[in-house]
């Protein structure tokens, strides 16, 4: 095996600190929060700290001015101010819960749903959502109040539905920007079901913000509860900050600190609950969502439950296929017959690939090379489920290790492609979920598609990242992607793609996100691998430089159709395609390769018509 320096690589420390650490180096923020925490330590501790019952009536005090043994004097009913605010502080705080409760149970899975899977269900939840913005809430909610006989705690339930489109929007917004993140597809390749991906790397992108959310909602369900409250609604035994400033408000004048106390109480819970859930926007609103290079037609990933147009999604056409095709289909580790990806567009659809065949036999070495736009990743995506929304796929058949997965229901396609397929993407870094460490994303599949316990996923983990080259496994599998360089990342992605000892490996231009010297590394690993696992390589790349250094066989792409295929050698020795020709030569000398190529498609393309 080839000994690299890659692991050598310093794991750099992250300079940001934790969230708690970077939090408490805001002033404003500090204040926000201790404020908040006084008040909920208040509301706790309520029956401790009032000095009398909330609800006692002693006339001699009606009205009266701060004193001693009323520090904030009575109020119009004669009860002691102090004790009525300490008590209306935890029915304020409960409300605010139930509301808070209620519309993130009900926003976030929704909008999580929605902005994962799109289409119907996204249009249906969308429709709910934008309904229940447009109702007059208040209306409602004097409605649900005259029905349950001002029901405090339905009420609140009753806010929180009102308020629950916030979480949605927030979730769905995250979730859409998320599932076009190149791990999802990843996780996706590597056999994860859909609750599991859901769960595990796109619920962590929505934690922080809806954090904030639930701040900024606490906020305006205090402010609605006191309004309510301030309308006479609600159980007059129970002390609320909104009674309160209703009774002062009818006393405004002549008794000003009735008024006062609640208002002041509410007034600074609400701003900070504001501010806490702004010095967390401050601290995580960019961050805590990652970005990803985006394709070039930054698009969303099709998802199960979106709506795919005809023709039918990928890999689910069978037909044309003679009964020898299909028995050879059986051999090879990947075949692909006629395949077609179209994408609709302004005036109708646009064919993006136009009827690719191609096959690798087990242990084979596959390029798949041409140059950018010729439609190869477009092929891959739609071999392995993996086309953007709105991508439409038809075929004769794709087989894989044999099996036509077109036959294959998603979930077992998918559970398939775990066992069977590994791939390795274009980029590293974005191919790796920031949110968890290197350990968790190589064991998960090991654990969950392989049934490894956690001592064996372990055990294998660092094992494959010791034959990948990285010298000190275990510092790395306790590091984050944004710790390791893009080497060690494109090493580790490697490791994730073979840790399941797949028949096929798939690999989307590995070395064109890295420098020149770990390319030739990278290289020189993959063959390693192919060899040692026995596994056939389809290696997608635009350069002839790779297809010489590593492949046995190449098919060449250009404008979404195969213009050439054959052995390496062949194919150097004797282009058949003048595109193939000016393609070597580009590759090999990278000067005015660009102006050579556009004149071999053009010659191509008078040899084509
Ligand atoms: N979502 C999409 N909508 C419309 N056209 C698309 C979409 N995705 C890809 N295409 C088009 O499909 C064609 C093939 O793209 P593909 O990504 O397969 O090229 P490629 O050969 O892999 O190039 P690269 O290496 O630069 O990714 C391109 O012309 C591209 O513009």
Redesign the pocket.
Known sequence: MTTTPLDQVAVTQTKRGSLAGRYFRRPLGVIALLLFVVVLVIAIFAPLLAPHDPNLVDFALTKAPPGPGHLLGGDSAGRDILSRLIYGARTTLYGAFITCLTGLVLGTPAGVAAGYFGGTLDRILMWISDALQSVPAMIVLLIVAAGTGSNFTVLMVAIGIFLAPGYFRISRTLAQSVRQEAYIDAARVAGLKTPRILGTHVSPAVYAPIIIQTALTAGIAMGMQAGLQFLGIGAASTPSWGAMMNDGFSNMLSHPNILLWPSLALGLTIASLALVGSTLADLVGVPTVPTRKK???A?PVRRDGDAAPAPTPAATVVGGVTPSKAAEACESALRIENLRVA?P?ADGD?E??HGVSLEAAPGEVLGIV??????????IFAALDLL?A??MASSDGIWINGTQVGSLSRRKRHAMFGSGVGYVPQEPMTNLDPCYTIAHQLMEPLRVVSGLSRKEARERARDTLARVGISDPDRVLASYPHQISGGMAQRVLIAGAVICRPTLLVAD?PTTALDVLVQAEVLELLRELKDEYGMALVM?T?NFGVVADICDRVVV?KD?RVVEEGPVDRIFANPADPYTAELISASLDDTDSRERIDGARTESERTFA
């Open positions: 394709r070039r037609w698009v994408y567009g646009t993006v690939v041409g140059e950018s736009g010729s439609g190869k990743s477009q092929t953007p709105g991508g231009e997608v635009h792409m979404g």
